[in-house]
């Protein structure tokens, strides 16, 4: 019996960073799992990839933070923090922040609340490890709405990462297969982020209706930062 894994789409999710520290350092990525287990002490639960730096320093340190990203945040932040690896780059070389009680860093731009936790449980399934935070500090930062995973999805064409919970490598097949019929958008090798000369990239200036052939050659990935020879037609 084959199961239809769309279903595992119906889920709703949020848009987070999700940060934590090390022997002096830092480092974030955006997750979108992050849910409240219970109220009483309040708790959250995250899932995060093992092979992601943050990873490495939520077990060390057994403390996390969670910045909520709000809808108007561009694709660079998500970018800057889901598709770089802290291995590689300071992620927040650049990035307003500051310091939460437990020591991880709390991003200020794009952030409309965020949550400060301590480790009370991590449990082992496979790729990712589910931490269990207590929360310690958290707060309100402004009033716009949340960005979901869904509308990061449709509204910002952003794609997941390899290392996300929700990457689904089928899918990702199908839906290059019906993007076909339409020749002309392309698709970052680097990121899965899809160039759609209909929608263009208004975020870095570029109109709508604008050919991908016709983009300057400066233009970079809105979501990675790679430049177009890493694109393909897709
Ligand atoms: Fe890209």
Same mark, same amino acid.
């Given at each position: 019996? /084959? *199961? @239809?894994? $769309?279903?595992?789409?119906? +889920?709703?999710?949020? =848009?987070?960073?999700?940060? #934590? /520290? *090390? @022997?002096? $350092?830092?480092?974030?990525? +955006?997750?979108?799992? =992050?849910?409240?287990?219970? #109220?009483?002490?309040?708790?959250?639960?995250?899932?995060?990839?093992?092979?992601?730096?943050?990873?490495?320093?939520?077990?060390?340190?057994?403390?996390?933070?969670?910045?909520?990203?709000?809808?108007?945040?561009?694709?660079?932040?998500?970018?800057?923090?889901?598709?770089?690896?802290?291995?590689?780059?300071?992620?927040?070389?650049?990035?307003?922040?500051?310091?939460?009680?437990?020591?991880?860093?709390?991003?200020?731009?794009?952030?409309?609340?965020?949550?400060?936790?301590?480790?009370?449980?991590?449990?082992?399934?496979?790729?990712?490890?589910?931490?269990?935070?207590?929360?310690?500090?958290?707060?309100?930062?402004?009033?716009?709405?949340?960005?979901?995973?869904?509308?990061?999805?449709?509204?910002?064409?952003?794609?997941?990462?390899?290392?996300?919970?929700?990457?689904?490598?089928?899918?990702?097949?199908?839906?290059?297969?019906?993007?076909?019929?339409?020749?002309?958008?392309?698709?970052?090798?680097?990121?899965?982020?899809?160039?759609?000369?209909?929608?263009?990239?208004?975020?870095?200036?570029?109109?709508?209706?604008?050919?991908?052939?016709?983009?300057?050659?400066?233009?970079?990935?809105?979501?990675?930062?790679?430049?177009?020879?890493?694109?393909?037609?897709?």
């Amino acid at each position: 019996m /084959k *199961m @239809n894994k $769309k279903a595992i789409h119906k +889920i709703s999710y949020g =848009v987070y960073i999700v940060s #934590s /520290k *090390m @022997n002096g $350092k830092i480092n974030g990525q +955006i997750a979108n799992t =992050v849910f409240q287990i219970t #109220s009483e002490p309040p708790t959250v639960a995250i899932s995060i990839n093992k092979e992601n730096l943050t990873h490495e320093y939520i077990l060390k340190s057994r403390v996390f933070s969670v910045s909520v990203i709000g809808k108007s945040a561009p694709m660079s932040i998500i970018g800057q923090f889901g598709f770089k690896s802290g291995r590689q780059i300071d992620k927040f070389q650049g990035i307003k922040y500051k310091t939460a009680i437990t020591g991880a860093p709390i991003i200020l731009d794009y952030t409309i609340a965020y949550l400060d936790c301590e480790v009370l449980s991590a449990t082992d399934v496979g790729t990712h490890t589910v931490f269990i935070g207590k929360i310690v500090d958290c707060d309100i930062l402004n009033d716009e709405e949340p960005m979901t995973y869904a509308y990061y999805h449709e509204v910002k064409g952003g794609k997941s990462p390899k290392t996300a919970p929700t990457f689904i490598k089928e899918d990702i097949k199908e839906e290059q297969g019906k993007e076909q019929e339409k020749s002309e958008k392309y698709t970052c090798k680097i990121c899965g982020y899809i160039y759609d000369p209909d929608k263009g990239d208004p975020e870095n200036g570029v109109k709508p209706g604008t050919p991908f052939e016709e983009l300057p050659d400066s233009w970079v990935c809105p979501v990675c930062g790679a430049p177009k020879s890493e694109f393909e037609k897709t």
